[in-house]
């Protein structure tokens, strides 16, 4: 997917999850995790931790979600 493909998604799908799941944690310290470019420059991070099954804590996405959560950030983390 392209970069703009990537934004909708993110507007569309994944910004609930974002604000609700990382938003409260993540927006005070270093890694904001706020709007989509804080998400891109923190995406590879991102990724290997939502594999792993260390993030987002609380367990509240499907094991679907997560996977289609880290297949997002994996796609996004190729972009500078």
């Not at 974002?18 to 270093?30: A, I, K, M, N």
């Not at 804080?38 to 995406?43: E, F, M, N, T």
């Amino acid at each position: 997917p392209t970069l703009t493909d990537l934004l909708n998604q993110y507007d569309k799908k994944f910004k609930a999850t974002f604000d609700s799941r990382c938003v409260p944690c993540h927006s005070t310290r270093s890694s904001r995790w706020n709007s989509f470019d804080a998400v891109k420059l923190y995406a590879s991070q991102g990724e290997s931790r939502v594999r792993s099954g260390d993030m987002p804590r609380g367990g509240t996405l499907s094991q679907t979600d997560k996977t289609e959560l880290a297949d997002f950030l994996k796609a996004l983390a190729r972009f500078p």
